[in-house]
């Protein structure tokens, strides 16, 4: 069954510190993965996809098709990365979105 | 541009009525889907409609039906309303051509109240 898996309802970080959303995956296909993220009071956003492959806010993710992770990394925090992060995965040739059930990242000053 | 559009913001309705609500995309976007937000379930994919037809359909009972216009604008209509309908509907469009997946737009979200 294709599912998407956010182990962390919440995680909390000081600025300046590293910070690092886990997401993984069950797809036996090859799924085209994404973070999108809810700021306080705005809309759900596409933050990046795992194709281009770019940095978006200081954020990379890394799809690892060997351990089926797609993990959001940024190495220095700060205090507007505070947000709902979803991970997402769209299974090869379909368009619907499979959302994993996401993380609350505050960052605290 | 403008964004997606939801109407209206927010509905409470009771148990076994019915429910339209409204999605109105970005203009030149032909794809519109929908989902259903709770605190319990997330995220979960109701359906998404192309130049006025289904292409795909999540895991929902029958209640809950849509469909897409010309402009492609779309509605969404819940019928025989349950307690636990009560969530935010959010609708998505894209550009929805092609092979591969389009980014998706959010509107704001339709929050529905059943009592």
């Known amino acids: 069954a294709q599912r998407v898996t956010q182990p962390e309802k919440l995680l909390s970080v000081f600025k300046g510190a590293p910070v690092e959303l886990k997401c993984n995956y069950s797809y036996s296909g090859s799924p085209e993965l994404f973070w999108y993220v809810q700021y306080s009071r705005q809309r759900l956003q596409l933050l990046l996809r795992?194709?281009?492959?770019?940095s978006i806010k200081g954020f990379t993710a890394d799809l690892n098709k060997g351990e089926t992770s797609f993990h959001l990394k940024k190495p220095f925090a700060q205090e507007e990365d505070s947000a709902m992060y979803y991970c997402?995965?769209?299974?090869?040739?379909?368009?619907?979105?499979?959302w994993g059930a996401g993380t609350k990242l505050i960052i605290k000053p | 541009k403008a964004g997606v559009t939801q109407t209206p913001r927010y509905l409470i309705k009771t148990r076994g009525q019915q429910v339209t609500l409204s999605c109105s995309p970005i203009s030149g976007h032909r794809s519109v889907s929908w989902y259903q937000q709770t605190p319990g379930q997330g995220l979960q994919f109701l359906f998404e409609y192309f130049s006025e037809t289904q292409r795909n359909k999540g895991n929902f009972p029958g209640r809950f039906s849509g469909r897409q216009f010309s402009n492609s604008r779309s509605e969404m209509n819940v019928s025989t309303l349950e307690l636990g309908d009560s969530a935010l509907y959010l609708c998505?469009?894209?550009?929805?051509?092609?092979?591969?997946?389009?980014?998706?737009?959010f509107g704001p979200g339709t929050r529905l109240t059943v009592l």
């Open positions: 795992h194709i281009s492959r770019e």
């Open positions: 997402a995965l769209v299974p090869d040739s379909n368009y619907q979105l499979i």
């Open positions: 998505a469009s894209s550009l929805g051509g092609g092979s591969t997946y389009n980014e998706q737009f």
